[in-house]
Each structure stands twice: as C-alpha cells, then as structure tokens.
C-alpha cells in the first residue's frame, strides 16, 4: 500500500497550490479519502474529505470557500485545490485512506509541505 502526496511547495499569500495523492496497493475507490494537516506545535487537523460512495464533500470551516477536495478514481488520485492560500494555512499536509465496515483499514501518506510566505 502507498500514498504519494505531491504538489507541495513555498508560495506567496494568496497563492494558489494543488496537492496531489497518488494511491497503489489497495482498492481506491471503496476508500474515503481525505486531506489533513498539521502545523508546528498543533495537533494534526481534518481539512476535507470526499466519500467514495456518492463524492460527496466536506471541508473545514477554516478553508471553506478556498479549498476544494477531488478524486479521481480512474487515476487513483485525490486532489486538494487550495486557493488565497495564508500564512495559517502552513503545515505538513497529508493523505489519508479509509475503509468503514466490518474491517476498518486506515492509511496515511508521508506527507508534503506547503508553506505560505512572502
């Protein structure tokens, strides 16, 4: 199993990024996937999730408006659209697969830094 984020990168304030986590090893599309994030000192936090069953979305209040969750299910890959990116906004950002059911499965990519400076 693996999850390869991608797309991370130093960018100026209201700068727009787009990560990307490429999935093998298991079957993408029975997975919710989604994005957290986790800042020096902070607790690691949800930022959005998508589900694999309809593709419904949810993101956090705080990114609301200026991040969007995607997947892509024929590439095996979930997507974070983050635009008028802040400084808060940096963190190490992560991937996250699950599986609910009666076998509850959880991977984690490595993550990808982003920060937001000018």
């Known amino acids: 199993v693996q999850l390869g984020e991608s797309g991370g990168g130093l960018v100026q304030p209201g700068g727009s990024l787009r990560l990307s986590c490429a999935a093998s090893?298991?079957?993408?599309?029975?997975?919710?996937m989604s994005w957290y994030r986790q800042a020096p000192g902070k607790e690691r936090e949800l930022v959005a999730y998508?589900?694999?069953?309809?593709?419904?979305?949810n993101v956090a209040d705080s990114v609301k408006g200026r991040f969007t969750i995607s997947r892509d299910n024929g590439k095996n890959t979930v997507y974070l659209q983050m635009n008028s990116l802040k400084p808060e906004d940096t963190a190490v950002y992560y991937c996250?697969?699950?599986?609910?059911?009666?076998?509850?499965?959880?991977?984690w990519g490595q993550g990808t830094q982003v920060t937001v400076s000018s």
């Open positions: 998508i589900n694999n069953v309809d593709g419904s979305t």
């Open positions: 090893g298991f079957t993408f599309s029975s997975y919710v």
């Open positions: 996250k697969a699950e599986r609910l059911g009666l076998v509850h499965l959880v991977y």
